[in-house]
């Protein structure tokens, strides 16, 4: 029952693309609308990942999680979205909502971070919702602290402000 981490592979991207939906609705359905949420549904999230992984899989990088042979969590991180070559960005960690809280989260950022800093990166980055607080925590507790930088993203036609994160590496 333990949890295996693994680059991902292009296989994985439809599969990494349904547990990102599941993982979207699970963690903002307490603060976003449901008709926010429905689109892009977990068919479309994969066809976006195998779009993305066209243009980033040579600089960025994503690794699974896998329970018992069966995905439950990823990350992917690459450069700064802002240019800055010292930095990296954590693009994302998603978990399939029955995995939260055992641990498997912690272990893709500790694996993110290393990677982070086998790629010479001495400084880290993320954007995460503002009313995520359950993310935030996750994050803070990683040694992640807010930046006071703020940027609106869409979901679905709801405007939500994201907060960027940084820590050392």
């Excluded at 070559?85 to 694996?111: F, K, Q, S, V, W």
């Excluded at 010479?120 to 993310?135: D, I, T």
């Amino acid at each position: 029952m333990t949890v295996t981490l693994r680059p991902a592979t292009e296989d994985d991207l439809m599969a990494v693309g349904a547990l990102h939906q599941r993982s979207r609705v699970a963690a903002y359905s307490s603060f976003l609308p449901p008709e926010a949420l429905a689109e892009p549904g977990e068919e479309a999230m994969g066809a976006y990942w195998v779009e993305r992984w066209t243009w980033e899989r040579d600089d960025h990088r994503m690794t699974v999680a896998e329970r018992d042979g069966r995905l439950v969590g990823f990350s992917h991180l690459g450069p700064d979205d802002e240019g800055d070559p010292a930095t990296g960005l954590l693009n994302a960690i998603h978990l399939d909502p029955a995995e939260r809280g055992r641990g498997t989260g912690r272990e893709l950022m500790i694996d993110a971070l290393a990677a982070m800093r086998s790629r010479g990166w001495s400084g880290g980055v993320l954007w995460v919702l503002r009313e995520n607080a359950s993310a935030r925590r996750f994050y803070e507790h990683g040694g992640w602290a807010p930046t006071g930088r703020v940027r609106d993203e869409h979901i679905g036609a709801v405007e939500v402000p994201q907060l960027r994160y940084a820590r050392p590496l």
